[in-house]
């Protein structure tokens, strides 16, 4: 692998100078934050964000177009010849009943930023800005991609589908961060598959519905889809080679109206990591097997139904590309402060800007927990229960040093790729 400490000390040099411009906007950013964790819209709905990503990318000189892959937004700047840069952040939000009692808190029943998209955007605009009032330390072009729909794995394929590279160029580069919960101020990065494909799938389990109190008259699909969820453990645990990794999960288990009515059918929701091909379909293919076992098991009249909810392909880090970038977000940070978290179970689509460009892809973690609670809650053994992962209704990142640390990595990022 190449040595990139002069280039390292280089970009470090530049994102020096950039990052002076920080002060001055990290209170504006910092409502921001708030203000779009108050107003989280869902996957495809996200018409006030992306309306205020524009705004605001266009008041930075950014020549924007909205409405890429129906709610996503494209800023661009071009500053002389260089590589192509791209940066991007995803802004949608989860169904998910907020339950963190802060005083900017969701005013959207039912919906929350629970994962930290918010911050993600945030963000990348406090980047755009730096690196537009310093264009004298660079050349090239920036690409800031506001991504819509990532949570249902759809978001990167629509704004490739509506011809992202033909209107935009290709990257040379495809740079992003997702905050997480361990210490802020740290990075995590990890070279290779750093994140899991996803395939999320619906079952439908047919039975024959009955009295509850003539059970010998039905087919039950309560009992039928219990057995299916208790079996399915054993997909992991009996079937996967101990040296590899996944994930199954049944998310959701839905049957019946009323407790004397035997329903006719009930529904599961799984959701399925894995990392390689072969392991991805031995894990399908024992999924199915289950399913459709357990039916006839239970002497179901017709075959259960399985369709594909979303799916997400395994994000993989160019070792080179992450070298490279690290080495110059370290220089800024501290080397101490960048880490290997080995690879994540959580899934993102952002790789797909770069595979189907066929260019390296940089993405990395950055810490959104108070670093005192985070060392309390893991001396203690409780991490798990005291500190809110995403996903959670409590999961609410520190806005600072969370926010100041993505705004440092994004921009020290890019400039670790532009020209000077």
Not at 34 to 62: K, N
Not at 291 to 297: F, I, P, S
Not at 338 to 348: F, K, L, Q, R
Request: with cysteine; charged share 20%; glycine share 10%.
């Amino acid at each position: 692998m190449p040595d990139y400490t002069a280039s390292a000390k280089a970009a470090a040099e530049a994102a020096t100078t950039a990052l002076r411009g920080l002060g001055s906007i990290r209170d504006d950013l910092a409502g921001l934050y708030r203000d779009l964790h108050a107003h989280p819209e869902l996957s495809f709905a996200e018409h006030r964000t992306a309306a205020e990503v524009a705004r605001r990318a266009g008041e930075l000189g950014y020549d924007v177009t909205t409405g890429v892959g129906r709610t996503g937004v494209v800023a661009v700047l071009a500053n002389g010849p260089g590589p192509t840069v791209l940066l991007r952040a995803d802004f949608d939000a989860l169904p998910v009943r907020e339950r963190t009692g802060l005083d900017y808190a969701s005013t959207t029943e039912g919906v929350m930023h629970a994962c930290g998209h918010d911050m993600h955007v945030t963000c990348l605009l406090g980047a755009l800005g730096l690196l537009a009032e310093a264009r004298s330390l660079w050349s090239g072009t920036v690409l800031g991609v506001f991504q819509p729909a990532e949570e249902i794995g759809q978001g990167a394929r629509a704004m490739l589908d509506d011809g992202f590279y033909e209107r935009f160029g290709t990257p040379d580069i495809v740079l992003g961060q997702h905050v997480a919960p361990f210490p802020a101020g740290m990075i995590g990065a990890h070279a290779g598959p750093a994140f899991a494909a996803t395939d999320a799938l619906k079952v439908v389990m047919y039975g024959r519905g009955a009295h509850g109190s003539r059970p010998e008259a039905s087919v039950d699909p309560v009992v039928m889809a219990a057995s299916t969820v208790l079996r399915l453990q054993t997909v992991v645990s009996r079937e996967v080679p101990a040296g590899e990794t996944a994930v199954v999960t049944v998310g959701a288990l839905n049957a019946g109206t009323k407790d004397n009515i035997i329903p006719d059918e009930a529904e599961l929701k799984l959701n399925i990591r894995t990392y390689k091909d072969e392991v991805r379909t031995k894990v399908l293919g024992a999924v199915e097997r289950i399913v459709r076992g357990e039916a006839v098991v239970a002497g179901a009249e017709r075959e259960p139904d399985i369709t594909e909810i979303d799916s997400f392909p395994v994000l993989v880090n160019d070792a080179d590309a992450l070298a490279r970038t690290m080495a110059a977000v370290g220089a800024v940070i501290g080397a101490d402060k960048v880490i290997d978290p080995g690879p994540v179970t959580g899934s993102e689509d952002v790789g797909l800007f770069g595979t189907e460009a066929q260019v390296p892809v940089c993405y990395w973690l950055f810490g959104g927990v108070d670093a005192e609670e985070f060392g309390a809650a893991f001396a203690a053994g409780t991490r798990d229960r005291d500190i809110p992962s995403n996903h959670s209704p409590f999961f609410a990142p520190l806005v600072e040093p969370t926010l100041t640390t993505g705004v440092t990595a994004l921009t020290t990022a890019a400039l670790a790729w532009l020209g000077a």
